[in-house]
């Protein structure tokens, strides 16, 4: 018999459902990727953009160091869970419509975020946003990898008999940046580099984490036995967990490009 896989929506608009979840369990990023990301771009340190802010997690640490920063969110219920500083613009619109000054930006940055867009578009925009030889930043992590045998492979037999199918292609096309960055003529220098990032979990940052995806979300939605689904997951983690605490690898994907335009 041949097994029903449901046609999955770009669901990189659906994450405004799943709003207080994910400002309560996606994690901060690292230090070291905005070092490494700070390297690349020339200062004076003006004006930075934020493109799919989401909650604003990479827009907080960029609204300290830059004087203006733009957070471009399409969904009004991600900017409301968020904190945005007094220096953070937001522009509810999406990357591949919203309007800013050309040659103004110094670096863009999008995590977790540049998959879900029409990069062509994208990136023509991006490349008249930056200023001649401005950065462009694109960073992702991956579905976490547990240093804890049992926890693991607890949670990919349920990524592969239950969430999958809710997986979008883009988020299993995991080359997908790299290769529309670096074959579009409007940036040079593009380089790719893997921020290390393990974390110290418990079982409810990791089940929290997993219910702020956009196919676990989704598949919980088609649920009728939501909490019960939820709390078995959390109780086998639980209990699989020594001192309920293991490490989560969340390391980054980390591309870097340089605006052409003169
Ligand atoms: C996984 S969240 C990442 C949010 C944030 N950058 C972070 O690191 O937590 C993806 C975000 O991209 C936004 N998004 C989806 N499609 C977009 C588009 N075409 N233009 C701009 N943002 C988009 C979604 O609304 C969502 O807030």
């Known amino acids: 018999m041949k097994?029903?896989?449901?046609?999955?929506?770009?669901?990189?608009r659906?994450?405004?459902k799943v709003n207080e979840i994910y400002s309560c369990y996606r994690p901060i990023y690292p230090q070291q990727l905005f070092d490494t990301i700070l390297m690349s771009v020339k200062g004076p340190y003006l004006d930075a953009v934020d493109l799919g802010a989401g909650t604003g997690i990479s827009t907080r640490w960029l609204s300290t160091v830059f004087q203006r920063v733009t957070a471009i969110e399409p969904d009004k219920n991600m900017t409301k869970a968020g904190e945005f500083p007094q220096?953070?613009?937001?522009?509810n619109s999406s990357g591949e419509t919203a309007k800013l000054k050309a040659n103004t930006y110094q670096l863009v940055t999008s995590g977790n975020a540049f998959y879900w867009m029409d990069a062509k578009s994208v990136l023509n925009n991006?490349?008249?946003?930056?200023?001649?030889?401005?950065?462009?930043?694109v960073f992702r992590y991956d579905f976490p990898k547990i240093h804890n045998r049992e926890i693991d492979d607890l949670i990919n037999e349920h990524l592969y008999r239950y969430w999958d199918m809710y997986r979008h292609e883009r988020l299993k096309d995991t080359d997908f940046s790299f290769r529309e960055i670096s074959g579009c003529s409007l940036f040079k220098n593009v380089a790719i580099?893997?921020?290390?990032?393990?974390?110290?979990?418990d079982a409810e940052k990791l089940v929290g984490f997993l219910r702020s995806t956009s196919y676990v979300s989704k598949y919980e939605s088609t649920l009728d036995n939501k909490k019960e689904y939820i709390e078995d997951l959390y109780k086998k983690i639980k209990f699989a967990a020594m001192d309920n605490c293991f490490i989560a690898d969340m390391s980054l994907e980390l591309i870097l490009a340089e605006n052409v335009k003169n």
């Open 126 to 137: 991006i490349s008249e946003w930056l200023e001649p030889d401005g950065t462009l930043a």
């Open 193 to 201: 580099e893997r921020i290390p990032y393990f974390m110290k979990w």
């Open 14 to 16: 659906s994450f405004g």
């Open 87 to 91: 220096n953070v613009e937001i522009l």
């Open 3 to 12: 097994i029903p896989v449901p046609i999955v929506q770009n669901p990189g």
